[in-house]
């Protein structure tokens, strides 16, 4: 379970999108039930659930955007756990501290990991890579 790094999610295959609506929803669940302890997502929690629901949201307008289908019930239903009033899929003004530069880079290499195992396709990795590569900052000592 992880939540991609913004800047990678309009270059997601179709396949890991969906996958990460997925676990939007489970994290959601699991969050609501108490039971959120995946040590890749937990950092959620320490946020407004607002922030949660803006990923969410610029998830959504993504997979619109790319004309994938997702149940809208379960934003309405994400919406109503968040607390969220306004729905603008634009207006991002939370990101998570841990979804820094050093954060893209493991986003980045986990991808190009998958790429190399044939888990992304080529096609897929030469689009991420094209798109990506130029935000990926040296690690600082």
């Known amino acids: 379970m992880r939540l991609w790094h913004r800047e990678l999610i309009p270059y997601l295959p179709k396949e890991m999108l969906v ?11 699991q969050w609501e039930k108490g039971t959120l302890k995946h040590r890749l997502v937990s950092y959620v929690m320490d946020y407004d659930k607002y922030t949660f629901y803006e990923y969410v949201l610029y998830l959504c307008s993504i997979l619109d955007e790319r004309n994938i289908q997702y149940k809208k019930s379960y ?22 501290d841990e979804h820094n530069d ?40």
Not at 19 to 29: F, H
């Open 102 to 141: 050093r954060y893209l880079r493991q986003c980045y290499y986990n991808l190009q990991e998958k790429a190399d195992r044939g888990i992304v396709s080529k096609e897929d990795w030469k689009n991420i890579h094209k798109n990506i590569y130029g935000l990926i900052k040296e690690e600082e000592e």
């Open 19 to 29: 996958s990460q609506w997925r676990e939007c929803i489970a994290i959601k669940r």
């Open 75 to 96: 934003l309405e239903e994400i919406h109503k756990f968040c607390g969220a009033w306004e729905k603008n899929p634009y207006a991002i003004r939370h990101l998570y």
